[in-house]
T-cell receptor, first 109, second 116 residues
Framework: GQNIDQPTEMTATEGAIVQINCTYQ??????LFWYQQHAGEAPTFLSY????GLEEKGRFSSFLSRSKGYSYLLLKELQMKDSASYLC??????????FGTGTRLTVIP | KAGVTQTPRYLIKTRGQQVTLSCSPI?????VSWYQQTPGQGLQFLFE???????NKGNFPGRFSGRQFSNSRSEMNVSTLELGDSALYLC???????????????FGEGSRLTVL
């Protein structure tokens, strides 16, 4: 089976930096997505990694290590609107997409 | 351009009934995926359709089925509803069905099903 692990909840302060980790064990690997989901809303795309290394997009960066089965999402200069769930999703060797259970981030003043 | 549209947004059914949910993807997207979202389980993959063919299926019982039409619109059906089927059902469309940037999913707002 596929296994994707993320912390369930995290809390961070406005203006700070937070790192949300994701570890995975899947049947093959063809890429990893991060999605953001605000309460009561649909998930929206944040980033995609298929090669090792860091992808930076404004305040958000995503890192991948294929050999370690590990990714993280880095959020800088946190804002209150960043309070949301962050979903890690892995594309397996058969091109199936599996989601982790998500990390609920709360940003406090 | 218009996003992914799901109908109905909310519905209440009783055990044993069946339900059909509809999804209209973004124009030009040929892949439609369905997910069940519950607080404890997160997003669980149901199935994916690409050009009217079921390409992948998740680990759900046969009571869950779907189809895709020639215009890429998709429906999913759940028969003999159980209390545990209460969830948010999300539909997502993408340009392609493979992993990669073109596999980015665009989600609809979901259909919230309550089974009493």
């Amino acid at each position: 089976g596929q296994n994707i692990d993320q912390p369930t909840e995290m809390t961070a302060t406005e203006g700070a930096i937070v790192q949300i980790n994701c570890t995975y064990q899947t049947s093959g690997f063809n890429g990893l997505f991060w999605y953001q989901q605000h309460a009561g809303e649909a998930p929206t795309f944040l980033s995609y990694n298929v090669l090792d290394g860091l992808e930076e997009k404004g305040r958000f960066s995503s890192f991948l290590s294929r050999s370690k089965g590990y990714s993280y999402l880095l959020l800088k200069e946190l804002q209150m609107k960043d309070s949301a769930s962050y979903l890690c999703a892995v594309v397996t060797g058969a091109n199936n997409l599996f989601f982790g259970t998500g990390t609920r981030l709360t940003v406090i003043p | 351009k218009a996003g992914v549209t799901q109908t109905p947004r909310y519905l209440i059914k009783t055990r044993g009934q069946q339900v059909t949910l509809s999804c209209s993807p973004i124009s030009g997207h040929r892949s439609v995926s369905w997910y069940q979202q519950t607080p404890g389980q997160g997003l669980q993959f149901l199935f994916e359709y690409f050009s009217e063919t079921q390409r992948n299926k998740g680990n759900f019982p046969g009571r869950f089925s779907g189809r895709q039409f020639s215009n890429s619109r998709s429906e999913m059906n759940v028969s003999t509803l159980e209390l545990g089927d209460s969830a948010l059902y999300l539909c997502a469309s993408s340009r392609s069905s493979s992993g990669g940037p073109d596999g980015e999913l665009f989600f609809g707002e979901g259909s919230r099903l309550t089974v009493l």
